[in-house]
């Protein structure tokens, strides 16, 4: 017995194992052949040859494919190459096609295929047709006399056995059963058994299935009959290149010398040096050998027709990539590895990543796909299971609300990804500290005992945030392509299984803060200050790095985060050559080789790690920082070639690492040892490689993002009013816009309320002062933020009626509009209670002229509103703060002076005075991070920030475990513990927490939706 109808969990939503979880599974059964026919889908193709390869398994490739209007469907099983290609055409005709007919579509693809199909109509229409045919016996025999036994006698065709298995074991149809029920969005007790597969749908054993069908063997051995007839077990495509071809008739050999040859001499001049030269040559030999030439032109051709991108990853180590603008670090100056890119030995193709503008991207992605058509299609995402979907949609199934299941889901920690949820939810939520105040009732154990077994299970397939693949001939003819939620075409496979497939992905990724760039330097040039950026060299500014040696970076791309802030303030230190090592070297769990790099920077003495690594590590103190240290030390220190040193590279990030590694470690311990290398010194390099974990940069990725980086610190120093407002538009980043517009304020930058007579829709810089946008009013739809400023720019409002009847806004939006003062300048001597006074007016006046009132009917001006006591201060900036989530006039904390002056507090500010010792400290939380001790203890670091400056403090596991179920964002705290400083960083140790009192009656809860009524 052969099974020929195997799903995996790749049939979404009704299979249970994984393709590792069935190779495997079915090698202990016995079996050395398997057919894995997902519904309507080659997803887990790359996985699944792999698995077979390590199980000992002869793969064969089919797919179901099924009929959307009739419900009919067949197996289509790959019998050679030319069957394999007409059943990617055939899935994407499923998914693409809306008129799509199996019964129709199938003949014309069938080469190549043995079909397999439990129909009378299907197999009759098909054997006609000239199809290779098969009638497909069900889960048990048929009887001697049933339509389908007797159509495939008369017709000649065989009849094979198709138990099929949709898990494992018996006891796996429970999950099978849960993934259906939130498949069809109902509960288990509703779930129709038409609905899931039966219960005996598991992978049985041989002898298991020659029992079942005794009375009909023949079914048993056709499937070995079929499965001869099958030659086909995987693609091999090679390295697949996209196409390029030149109006000038050029070879692309002879194309990509000749635009480098001008590039290099548009960024160095006409009279070109013998290191350039050089290395353009060694480039272009390698790079014509690989036959990449047409490649590096195609990614040329996209990026030049935008003004802004950056050029990262490996890639940026190619000069060839400089000169053609593909990347805009200069790998010559900067010493850049170019065999981490590519080497001769290199056997899958590498990538080029170039970041966009994020709101640029989507539209340069469509030209792409819109250029090449039926040749392009981007890469998917396989979206999995994690921990808190798990519960969550599990929690649905058994009927609790949304509420019942957000008061467990939320207490889920953040960090709790696929890698580290335990076997036993419930029992480590108990022990977890952020679940303290939780109480797992009946239906709790078993909802979370079924979603322990979800977790990392296919849930559906999204797009990835860049990649595109664009092939010679239509991509179909290598994988299916279907339509992803968002329109795009996508293909099947994620990114990893594109690679294995020899197809070279493209990645055009979106950058938030190449859009916060484009409007900073916009906002500078329309205030008619002066940026020149092709002469613009911000790595050379003295006060560009003296704003990064005191890590003053809020905002600024990729170093703002705290961690990283507290890094610059450490290492003191602000040139490009120590910003592209703190890049990398900031990776996650690295704070050893961080304090000896700071040691060794600040002047203690050093030695390498072995002689034979001194010009390797030299530029780094000897330390390992980037992924190509892994590759120069093992080519170093063990005799390793460029590819096999790469092969390393690529295996520690990888998740099966630990499969992978022992092979590579006996081989660089014996390089290394027939190098003269003590045992001791290996094994020390050896744990210092592994230190890294996948999680590095390599030298070009951290290069081209220190260039960005750059740009943005230059422009915060120079231009912090325009830059702001940049950042705080573009809606991106590490922090909030409430934490943004208090680094705003310590920048001397004057915040400006919205006002509809000025604002535009997003933040405007100009001088010392930022006009908050419109985009920041909660509750403003973008039709009516569009409306202001259109009715604006045909003459000013004169008062809040003729506001009303030109925008004509709904109520809620006008009393948020009232609320955070951005309607005060329509009556500059009103209250915004009395604003409030005339909307009510005018609601009444609406609701007595017509039988279906609305605001928004002409009426002459309300008379003047009566005389009401001023505005409370206390309200007014409460309502404001609720509109808003921060103040434009002051910072919240000054509304709880008294309670801060009781606690005897001392300011942000002033902490470095009390170093050693134990203070109390009222701050407002604005960012946190959980992480892992080396012993797996959770603890956590925290920003808080008061009116004079920001506080990283440091939750230690116990006082995580006491206090973490109490931390909520948006709000502030009263800290009480010890000032340590770290090389100059000052930071707090925190012992105790508590809210500040009345925090609730000063500004209510900020997170809920509603606009509060006046």
């Not at 003004?307 to 805009?328: D, E, F, K, M, Q």
């Not at 109390?920 to 603890?939: E, H």
Request: hydrophobic share 40%.
């Amino acid at each position: 017995m052969i099974p020929l109808t195997l799903r995996s969990n790749y049939s979404l939503m009704w299979g249970t194992a994984s393709v590792q979880q069935l190779c495997r599974h079915a090698h202990r059964l016995g079996y050395d052949r398997l057919a894995l026919t997902d519904t309507d889908n080659l997803y887990g193709l790359w996985p699944f040859l792999t698995a077979c390869r390590r199980e000992g398994i002869t793969p064969i490739v089919g797919a179901e494919i099924t009929d959307p209007k009739s419900g009919r469907r067949a197996v289509c099983l790959v019998a050679d190459a030319t069957g394999y290609r007409h059943l990617c055409q055939l899935l994407t005709q499923r998914h693409l096609q809306p008129d799509f007919d199996l019964a129709t579509g199938l003949p014309a693809l069938a080469a190549g295929m043995m079909v397999l199909t439990s129909n009378v109509d299907l197999l009759k229409h098909w054997h006609a047709a000239g199809v290779r045919v098969v009638a497909a016996m069900p889960r048990s025999p048929l009887p001697a006399g049933h339509p389908l036994r007797q159509t495939a006698q008369a017709l000649g065709c065989p009849l094979v056995a198709t138990p099929g298995a949709f898990f494992l074991h018996p006891q796996d149809h429970a999950l099978h059963r849960l993934l259906r029920a939130i498949d069809n969005n109902t509960s288990l007790e509703r779930l129709n058994s038409r609905d899931m597969a039966p219960a005996d749908a598991w992978l049985a054993g041989p002898e298991d299935y020659v029992r079942r069908f005794a009375i009909c063997p023949e079914a048993i051995a056709n499937t070995f009959v079929v499965a001869e007839q099958i030659t086909f077990s995987g693609p091999a495509f090679g390295t697949v290149m996209p196409p390029w071809s030149d109006r000038r008739g050029r070879s692309p050999e002879v194309a990509l010398r000749e635009v480098a040859y001008a590039g290099a001499r548009r960024r160095y001049g006409r009279d070109l040096s013998e290191p350039v030269v050089e290395r353009l040559e060694h480039e272009l030999g390698i790079i014509q050998a690989m036959n990449f030439c047409s490649y590096f032109l195609l990614v040329r051709d996209i990026v030049k027709h935008s003004p802004r991108t950056c050029g990262r990853g490996s890639g940026a180590a190619s000069l060839v990539a400089y000169c053609l603008g593909i990347t805009n670090v200069c790998p010559v100056k900067h010493n850049l590895y170019f065999g981490r890119f590519l080497n001769p030995g290199r056997q899958d193709p590498p990538d080029i990543d170039v970041d966009f503008a994020w709101d640029e991207r989507d539209a340069l992605i469509q030209g792409v796909l819109d250029r090449f058509g039926p040749r392009a299609a981007m890469v998917s995402s396989h979206i999995l299971f994690q921990p808190r979907m798990a519960v969550r949609e599990t929690a649905k199934v058994f009927g609790l609300t949304d509420s019942e299941i957000g008061k467990v889901t939320k207490r889920l920690p953040g960090f709790w990804r696929l890698t580290s949820a335990k076997a036993d939810l419930l029992a480590d939520l108990k022990q977890r500290p952020e679940a303290k105040a939780l109480d797992f009732v009946h239906p709790w154990s078993r909802i979370l005992s079924l979603a322990q077994r979800l977790i990392g299970i296919p849930r559906y397939l999204s797009v990835h945030p860049g990649g595109i693949v664009i092939t010679p001939d239509p991509i179909d003819h290598y994988v299916p392509v279907q339509r992803a939620a968002k329109g795009v075409p996508i293909v099947q496979w994620e990114k990893d299984a594109v690679e294995d497939a020899g197809l070279v992905k493209i990645d055009l990724l979106g950058n938030r803060s190449l859009g916060v760039i484009r409007d900073a330097i916009h906002n500078v040039h329309a205030n008619g200050r002066i940026l020149e950026e092709d002469r613009w060299e911000p790595e050379d500014d003295a006060d560009t790095q003296e704003t990064l040696a005191q890590g003053h970076t809020m905002g600024c791309f990729y170093i703002e985060s705290p961690a990283m802030r507290l890094l610059q303030q450490k290492a003191a230190v602000g040139d490009f050559e120590h910003l592209v090592i703190h890049s990398s070297i900031i990776r996650p769990a690295a704070n050893e080789c961080i304090q000896e790099y700071l040691r060794r920077l600040h002047g203690d003495p050093w030695s390498p790690i072995h002689p034979l690594l001194n010009d390797v590590l030299e530029e780094t103190f000897g330390i390992m920082v980037y992924q190509e240290d892994v590759s120069r030390t093992a080519m170093a220190l063990a005799g390793f070639s460029d590819a096999e040193a790469d092969g390393l590279r690529k295996v520690m990030s990888k998740k099966d690492r630990l499969h992978r590694l022992a092979d590579y470690r006996e081989r660089f311990v014996a390089g290394a040892r027939a190098n003269g290398v003590a045992d001791d010194r290996i094994e020390a390099v050896w744990s210092m490689m592994m230190s890294f974990s996948g999680y590095s940069f390599c030298k070009p990725h951290s290069a081209s993002y220190a260039r960005v980086s750059f740009q943005a610190v230059y422009l915060k120093a120079h231009f912090p009013a325009e830059f702001m407002a940049a950042v705080i538009s573009n809606q991106g980043g590490f922090y909030s816009t409430f934490a943004y517009v208090s680094e705003a304020r310590r920048l001397g930058v004057t915040i400006m309320p919205p006002d509809v007579q000025r604002s535009p829709i997003r933040w405007r810089g100009q001088d010392s002062r930022i006009r908050v946008g419109l985009m920041a009013v909660r509750g403003l739809t973008a039709d009516t933020m569009d409306r202001i400023v259109v009715q604006r720019e045909k003459g000013p409002f004169g008062n809040l009626n003729t506001f009303l009847d030109r925008v004509r806004p709904t109520v809620d939006e006008v009393r948020a509009l009232i609320h955070c003062g951005a309607l005060d300048s329509l009556a500059p001597g009103l209250s915004r209670g009395q604003l409030l006074w005339q909307l009510a007016c005018r609601q009444t006046d609406s609701k007595t002229h017509s039988d279906l009132p609305t605001l928004f009917d002409s009426r002459p001006d309300t008379l003047a509103p009566p005389e009401l006591p001023p505005d409370d201060e206390l309200v007014r900036l409460r309502r404001e703060f609720k509109v808003l989530v921060f103040l434009c006039e002051c910072h919240p904390m000054v509304l709880f002076a008294s309670a801060i002056d009781n606690a005897r507090t001392v300011k942000a500010a002033q902490l470095p005075h009390y170093l050693g010792r134990r203070v109390r400290f009222a701050g407002w939380l604005i960012t946190g991070k959980v992480v892992r001790t080396k012993k797996g203890d959770p603890m956590e670091f925290l920003t808080f920030e008061d009116e004079t400056g920001i506080v990283e403090t440091t939750f230690f596991p116990n006082a995580y475990d006491r206090f973490c179920h109490l931390i909520d964002h948006n709000r502030p705290y009263l800290l009480e513990g010890v000032v340590e400083q770290n090389w100059g960083a000052v930071t707090l140790t925190v012992g105790r927490v508590e809210a500040l009192s009345s925090h609730e009656q000063a500004l209510g809860d900020s997170r809920l939706p509603e606009i509060i009524d006046g």
